[in-house]
């Protein structure tokens, strides 16, 4: 059995370094001392870095990111220090980062207990991302071997198409991580949707982690709203619903934890004694009539 937490985040300003540290801290802190194993924060929370420019320069949407890229290497070091002082896994959620090509993409890094495991990128932008913000898509999926078991990470709207999900599966990951960032409620229903309907096509657990709150003072995190969840196939020895844990309320005020449970064996176990073989029939039906 996995102990996780999976944050509802909400954006906040921290207007010195210190007070973002002490804030990351006291927020892993909670889940640690929680017994939480792995902990997973939502799409574009280190954007919050942002809240240390200076205010027009965070007031501006391409330029509350060019501003913070100094500060991530500062900002991985302290997630690596985290996740090394407690022995935990920690996806600090993500961040747009500005390649050797100049362009930006949205990156979510994965630490651990030994250090930096490596990162994600977001293959399919939203249209904000795309029309208005000019973030750049990446390129392929990683399988992260953790103590834990094998992960992926699909950033919010990647979640809602379903090869990416499959090739995760197909190379051995069991779980993914669903960091999110939505500003309405359709919004977050489309990237739940998405990871329940991940979890159920290839038998499989997905944790979501969402933005939530209001920060009128960046243009791209100005509205959040979301609930933290984990979801696994209904099948035997699952819940009905497929809904393991959800958060009791969808836009509280400050961040909270959704603390759950997944005994990633069980999930598997559902692959050659569930009620159907959803994973398996997938291939061999779509072959015959394609």
Not at 225 to 251: C, E, K, T, W, Y
Request: hydrophobic residues 40%.
């Amino acid at each position: 059995m996995i102990r996780l937490a999976a944050c509802q985040y909400a954006i906040e300003l921290h207007k010195t370094w210190d007070a973002y540290v002490d804030h990351l801290q006291r927020l892993c802190a909670e889940a640690v001392q929680d017994g939480a194993q792995l902990l997973l924060l939502p799409e574009y929370a280190g954007l919050v870095l942002s809240g240390l420019l200076r205010e027009e320069q965070r007031g501006d949407l391409k330029g509350s990111i060019a501003g913070i890229q100094p500060l991530i290497e500062p900002w991985k070091a302290l997630c690596e220090r985290i996740a090394r002082r407690w022995g935990i896994y920690l996806q600090p959620g993500s961040l747009p980062v500005q390649d050797s090509d100049g362009r930006y993409r949205n990156r979510a890094w994965l630490f651990g207990p030994d250090g930096v495991l490596g990162y994600q990128d977001k293959l399919i932008m939203t249209r904000f991302e795309r029309e208005q913000w000019d973030i750049a898509p990446g390129e392929g999926l990683k399988v992260f071997e953790t103590k834990l078991g094998k992960l992926g990470i699909l950033i919010c709207y990647d979640n809602e198409f379903p090869m990416l999900a499959r090739h995760l599966a197909e190379a051995g990951a069991d779980l993914i991580l669903a960091p999110s960032c939505t500003d309405t409620e359709a919004g977050y229903n489309r990237v739940r949707i998405g990871a329940q309907a991940r979890a159920l096509e290839n038998q499989i657990a997905v944790l979501q982690s969402p933005t939530v709150g209001l920060a009128p003072w960046s243009p791209a995190l100005d509205e959040n709203i979301g609930r933290a969840g984990l979801f696994v196939p209904p099948d035997h020895g699952m819940p009905a619903d497929g809904v393991v844990a959800l958060s009791d309320q969808l836009n509280p005020v400050g961040s909270q934890w959704l603390m759950c449970e997944v005994d990633l064996e069980a999930v598997r176990r559902v692959r050659q004694e569930g009620q159907v073989f959803t994973r398996r029939d997938w291939p061999e039906q779509f072959g015959r009539m394609l």
